[in-house]
């Protein structure tokens, strides 16, 4: 009988530590993190820095989340709680987030080819819509920045020959490979998804598509994403929100898909974004790709100090929303980290070590 009894009490102690919390206008508060180790974490993310030599790690903005409360919260001058930050290439993950939505109202099939949405990918007809989530068309991209200006195709993109129509420009590249046969990091595969979608919408729909579907929903208010002068989001690199609104779209990946009493996104979707893709070798990038996701999974993991079951939403210079289902943590972390310096398995290995009782 007392045997019965301890095991209902440890059954509700265990529900209630990871009772559902969610954002309601703002983020709930739980008990604040404090110790040694966030000292630890501190020094790591927000050192004294001279901003003249840009060198070093710099921390915009670090938020933790822990079943739907924050319990870490830092910034750095200007960035606030209410600045929306460039996301860089987060913003890829957030049109395959948007895309969820389309998907869950059956709007394409990830078989189906991207050409049936955009018609200049009719040179390109057998690249399918999962050929592109997984970076993998088969085109012949070369995602270079600082390092390789004049052969960088993304740089052209966004810059110079291809900024007045970015998915148009990606479309107009040759083939060096069969779709889905490997793995090659685009930016132009994920601004011809753009475009895929506004083929399915309409343009009109497709305007306010990410508000309506996603960021709304959330109750996220001040998101902005630029478009090109075709009127097609730059789903590669362009979207604006605060720490706290990324860390929404971190929630809604973290429980599966669902906010509140909603399925936002089909339980598949999120499945297929956190599926490895099979023809990545290791080594190729800094993490695994998933469906426009990146994972930490395979023998040799990226981030070795987190769960296998981690994965993240990564941007340039250091931008990341990380999501480890298993410790019912969301990260966001913003920063401008162009000397490379910055780890993103040190900032996971140092939080986990402050969140720990």
């Known amino acids: 009988m007392v045997r019965g009894l301890l095991c209902v009490v440890l059954l509700l102690a265990t529900v209630a530590a990871h009772a559902e919390t969610w954002p309601d206008k703002d983020w709930a508060k739980g008990t604040q993190i404090a110790g040694p180790a966030v000292d630890a974490l501190n020094t790591y993310a927000f050192p004294a820095r001279d901003d003249s030599t840009r060198q070093g790690v710099r921390t915009d903005a670090l938020l933790v989340i822990r079943d739907g409360e924050i319990i870490y919260e830092r910034y750095a001058a200007p960035t606030t709680a209410s600045t929306p930050h460039l996301t860089w290439s987060i913003s890829k993950s957030l049109m395959a987030t948007v895309l969820g939505v389309a998907y869950g109202e059956n709007r394409f099939k990830l078989t189906d080819p991207a050409a049936r949405f955009y018609p200049p990918m009719k040179q390109h007809p057998t690249v399918t819509m999962a050929d592109l989530l997984h970076w993998a068309s088969g085109l012949d991209w070369q995602e270079d ?144 790709p998933g469906g426009h996701w990146w994972l930490n999974k395979g023998p040799s993991r990226p981030w070795p100090d987190a769960p296998a079951d981690t994965f993240a939403a990564l941007g340039h210079w250091g931008q990341a929303l990380y999501v480890l289902p298993a410790e019912h943590l969301v990260i966001v972390r913003y920063g401008d980290d162009r000397d490379g310096s910055y780890r993103h398995n040190e900032l996971l290995k140092r939080v986990l070590a402050a969140v720990q009782p």
């Open 145 to 288: 920045y600082e390092y390789a200006p004049l052969k960088s195709s993304v740089v052209a993109m966004l810059y110079t020959r291809g900024r007045s129509d970015m998915a148009e420009f990606a479309a107009d590249t040759e083939a060096v490979s069969a779709p889905g046969q490997v793995f090659r990091y685009s930016s132009g595969d994920s601004n011809i998804l753009s475009a895929a979608l506004k083929g399915m919408l309409g343009h009109k729909a497709y305007m306010s598509y990410p508000w309506d579907a996603l960021f709304k929903p959330l109750g996220i208010r001040n998101a902005t994403w630029e478009t090109d002068a075709d009127e097609t989001f730059v789903a590669s690199s362009y979207a604006y929100l605060t720490a706290r609104d990324l860390a929404r779209v971190g929630l809604l990946m973290a429980r599966d898909g669902r906010w509140g009493e909603q399925q936002l996104l089909p339980k598949d979707w999120v499945a297929f974004n956190r599926q490895p893709f099979d023809k990545y070798k290791a080594g190729q990038d800094e993490a695994v």
